[in-house]
């Protein structure tokens, strides 16, 4: 079974600086995916950026990168040159390659950027 | 393309009644998933399909819980003589399988349920 954990339940930053947010996550599988979610105040959730499990190189998205440290579980999400608009609700979650592939989320941090 | 839609948004209901959810998820997508959301919690699996084939039920998808996918394309997801335990957000995502993997899971907004 896979399980996934965010231990910053609230979190925040002044706009322009960077934040990390942190993950853990533990699997039995060889194969898998690691995603950032972010869910916004009352609007939908969309993806941040994706790691395969197999890529030693660190996935980045504009001003979104994340630490992969695979021997140690941790995901940890950066995000540099904080905007107003990246306040939202942002869960880590993890799927196994093959299957169902259904994701496995953490209980979530709340960012918060202030202006 | 439109994204994933659902319907309705929000369902006020009385304990004891019966409420249904639509799903339509991004043309094209073969796979179409049902999560729940709790308040302060992340969001958890109910059940997945393929295509009209629905593969997998979590055990927290009680015999009350029932998901359909006649067509393959949209999902109903109903749910018998609601309890109040049942309020929550009730997510839906979609996904295109090509080969053995499965690419990104896109959401839509949900249906949050709140049961009197």
């Known amino acids: 079974a896979q399980t996934v954990t965010q231990s910053q339940p609230e979190m925040s930053v002044q706009e322009a600086e960077t934040v990390t947010l942190s993950c853990t996550y533990d699997t039995s599988e060889s194969n898998y995916y690691l995603f950032w979610y972010k869910q916004p105040p009352s609007r939908q959730m969309i993806l941040v950026i994706r790691?395969?499990?197999?890529?030693?190189q660190n996935a980045t998205e504009n001003r979104f990168s994340v630490n992969f440290q695979k021997a140690a579980k941790s995901f940890s999400l950066k995000i540099s040159d904080s905007q107003l608009g990246d306040t939202a609700m942002y869960f880590c979650?993890?799927?196994?390659?093959?299957?169902?592939?259904?994701?496995?989320f953490g209980k979530g941090t709340k960012l918060t950027v202030n202006p | 393309d439109t994204g994933v839609s659902q319907d309705p948004r929000h369902k006020i209901t009385k304990r004891g009644q019966n409420v249904t959810f639509r799903c339509d998820p991004i043309s094209e997508h073969n796979r179409l998933y049902w999560y729940r959301q709790t308040l302060g919690q992340g969001p958890e699996f109910l059940t997945y399909f393929q295509n009209e084939a629905q593969l997998e039920k979590s055990r927290l998808l009680s015999d009350r819980f029932s998901a359909e996918r006649p067509k393959g394309s949209f999902s109903t997801l109903e749910i018998q003589r609601t309890e109040q335990g049942d309020s929550a957000m009730y997510l839906c995502?979609?996904?295109?399988?090509?080969?053995?993997?499965?690419?990104?899971?896109?959401f839509g907004p949900g249906t949050r349920l709140l049961v009197l």
């Open positions: 979650a993890s799927s196994s390659q093959g299957g169902s592939e259904k994701l496995v």
């Open positions: 790691q395969e499990a197999y890529k030693q």
């Open positions: 995502a979609s996904s295109l399988l090509t080969g053995t993997v499965a690419k990104t899971q896109y």
